[in-house]
């Protein structure tokens, strides 16, 4: 079955700096989800990508595909303490329904 | 913006109680989904569900639980009789472009902390 490591587990940075969150599958990436949690919350989408070298920005979050190295990162410009939260990827597939989620990377910003 | 919506936010019942967690889909999605998070652990998938039926299952979806949808809103995940490792957060989650996970993100609902004493 389908594996999702992310790396590194925790981050934190001050205010300003840019940072990266890695996304690796043990399996041939189809379609790659980013979504942010926070504490107790629900998740929330942030982007999708489908295709190899896929590149997609969202405010201040850039999230690219490496389709070769079944790979994603997301980075993120000037962190803001907005920023702070979980960022988990998740994986998806042709065949079926199911998400799988990576182990998830706790990010805390501090001014 | 739509949102998924679910309640309780929080439920405590005791092991061997019937419990039903309630959502609110985002009004034109078609298909709907059950995942869990026990702390510290991965969100998993429990099920997803379209045209009024099951579509897939995980093995963590055994008799005890149950989905539903009563009526043109609400989607329902029913857990039979609780055990202690029921305990988790569960979401809700809607898409409204396909059922196949490579091209179809989902909108989940913040939660609801089920805890079985």
């Known amino acids: 079955s389908q594996e999702l490591e992310q790396s590194p587990q925790s981050l934190i940075v001050q205010e300003g700096k840019n940072l990266t969150i890695n996304c690796t599958s043990s399996k041939t990436l189809y379609g790659l989800y980013w979504y942010k949690q926070k504490y107790g919350e629900g998740l929330i989408f942030l982007m999708m990508l489908q295709k190899g070298g896929e590149e997609k920005s969202h405010e201040k979050i850039t999230a690219k595909l490496d389709e070769k190295k079944q790979q994603s990162s997301l980075h993120i410009t000037a962190s803001q303490p907005s920023h702070a939260g979980i960022y988990l990827c998740g994986a998806g597939d042709y065949n079926t329904d199911k998400l799988i989620f990576g182990t998830g990377t706790r990010l805390q910003v501090f001014p | 913006e739509p949102e998924v919506t679910q309640t309780p936010s929080h439920q405590v019942t005791q092991m061997g109680q019937e419990v039903i967690l309630r959502c609110v889909p985002i009004s ?70 396909s059922g196949r996970s490579y091209n179809s993100p989902l909108h989940f609902g913040n939660g609801t902390r089920l805890t079985v004493t």
């Open chain 2, 28 to 97: 034109n999605h078609l298909y709907f989904y059950w995942y869990r998070q026990i702390l510290g652990q991965k969100v998993e998938f429990l099920v997803s569900f379209y045209n009024n039926e099951i579509s897939e299952k995980s093995e963590i979806f055994d008799d005890q639980f149950s989905v539903e949808r009563p009526d043109g809103s609400n989607f329902t995940l029913k857990i039979r009789s609780t055990k202690l490792e029921d305990s988790a957060m569960y979401f809700c989650a809607s898409s409204g472009l």
